[in-house]
């Protein structure tokens, strides 16, 4: 099993629509969580991290399940600059090495 | 804006070559890292550094090595080329922010290797 998965997409939506994704994780021991954007072809950029309670800046929500292992990115009223691949990104602790590990990411287009 | 800086940007070389990729940052970071990255694939760590002579194999195997030798420096070199090299490679750097660890990347450098 990959140690994040994510639908890879494309998620087609419509301009003001909201969409959500999710991301699923399976190693237990991470402990830090963020969600990246990747615009095409360029470099990821931190678009927010993610918090116990639930976090919100703008319109982004992201939201993580320990339980269940998965975390969540919800956008409101989408722009055509949201158009991206949303990275889903844990950060885990390993004998005092930390590593992020990327999904693949999800493949969002924002229409008109 | 991150001060992370790669070059060359992209790189078009022969199969057979060395080659170097250069990275540096001036956000006094001691954690470094390189990525690898093909079109609509996941970013692999193949590479990375927690400061000065600290560095280690990442989690996809690479026949790439990097060195460390400056704080602000940090490339990474293929003794000879192959066509299976041909990638994007990403570097990155990183702070702590609270229970955070925030990543700056650069803009990354596309290898194609004839």
């Known amino acids: 099993r990959k140690e994040v998965e994510q639908d890879p997409g494309p998620f087609n939506v419509p301009e003001g629509a909201t969409v959500a994704f999710n991301c699923t994780y399976s190693?237990?021991?991470?402990?830090?969580f963020f969600w990246y954007r990747q615009d095409c072809r360029k470099e990821p950029k931190l678009l927010m991290s993610?918090?116990?309670s639930g976090n919100e800046d703008g319109r982004f929500t992201a939201q993580l399940n320990r339980a269940s292992q998965y975390i969540s990115l919800l956008i409101r009223d989408s722009k055509l600059s949201d158009s991206a691949t949303y990275l889903c990104?844990?950060?885990?602790?390993?004998?005092?090495?930390?590593?992020?590990?990327f999904g693949t990411g999800t493949r969002l287009t924002i229409i008109p | 804006e991150a001060d992370i800086y790669q070059t060359p940007r992209y790189l078009v070389i022969g199969t057979g070559k060395k080659i170097t990729l250069e990275c540096s940052q001036t956000?006094?970071?001691?954690?470094m890292y390189w990525y690898q990255q093909d079109p609509g694939m996941e970013l692999h760590l193949i590479h990375y550094?927690?400061?000065?002579?600290?560095?280690e194999k990442g989690d996809l195997s690479s026949e790439s090595t990097v060195s460390r030798i400056r704080t602000e420096h940090f490339p990474l070199t293929l003794e000879s080329a192959r066509p299976s090299h041909t990638s994007q490679y990403l570097c990155?750097?990183?702070?702590?922010?609270?229970?955070?660890?925030?990543?700056?990347f650069g803009s990354g450098t596309q290898l194609s290797v004839l």
């Open positions: 990155a750097s990183s702070e702590r922010e609270g229970t955070n660890e925030k990543l700056f």
């Open positions: 190693n237990s021991a991470s402990q830090s």
């Open positions: 993610v918090y116990s």
């Open positions: 990104v844990p950060l885990r602790r390993d004998f005092g090495n930390e590593k992020l590990t």
């Open positions: 956000m006094g970071h001691d954690k």
């Open positions: 550094s927690y400061g000065v002579n600290s560095t």
